[in-house]
């Protein structure tokens, strides 16, 4: 996979390559998720080609639903294959385009009937709402989760650190 003539890049120019942050990057990197294959002299983060593989997978991943902890358990197993990740990413893609494309036949449908001034029935008011329903529900089936996943990590903050709670703070104040 060659993205540049460089073999590799520092952080910022990395976070710029992939649209994500440095403090993500950095993150990433201290919770042992993904770590930059070379340091420089200097001490800086060196990232290569190879990374953005790694990168690549991490995101698919978080895309599929899982938090960070289970995309860390998942690409440390043994008989783990990319090839597989993007396979079921691809798979997923797809059935969201189909739903999608669905719902937009249906909606252009509907602008049809009401365009012509045809009667636009019950039923298809139905079935409009129903595929709307499901399209919203997964989205907010993704959000709930990440949302629970958010709140879950804030419980077990506050379960190890009562004091640091208590004050608003981190002891690195």
């Given at each position: ?42 001490g800086y983060r060196l990232f290569n080609e190879s990374d953005l593989l790694r990168l690549q997978q991490i995101l698919a991943l978080k895309e599929l639903g899982l938090s960070l902890e289970e995309v860390k358990s998942v690409l440390d197993k043994e008989d783990y294959n990319p090839e597989e990740v993007i396979s079921l ?85």
């Amino acid at each position: 996979m060659i993205i540049s003539k460089e073999n590799n890049w520092k952080v910022g120019e990395f976070a710029k390559l992939t649209g994500l942050t440095i403090r993500t990057l950095r993150y990433y990197d201290q919770i042992g998720l993904y770590s930059p294959s070379d340091y420089s002299k200097g001490g800086y983060r060196l990232f290569n080609e190879s990374d953005l593989l790694r990168l690549q997978q991490i995101l698919a991943l978080k895309e599929l639903g899982l938090s960070l902890e289970e995309v860390k358990s998942v690409l440390d197993k043994e008989d783990y294959n990319p090839e597989e990740v993007i396979s079921l990413q691809i798979s997923r893609l797809k059935e969201n385009i189909s739903k999608q494309q669905k719902l937009l036949k249906e909606l252009q449908n509907i602008s049809s009937l009401l365009q012509k001034n045809k009667t636009v029935t019950v039923e298809d008011f139905t079935k409009l709402l129903g595929m709307m329903k499901k399209s919203h529900q997964s989205y907010f089936i993704g959000r709930q989760k990440n949302v629970e996943r958010h709140l879950d990590r804030l419980g077990n903050f506050l379960v190890r650190y009562p004091n640091d709670a208590e004050k608003g703070g981190t002891n690195n104040e």
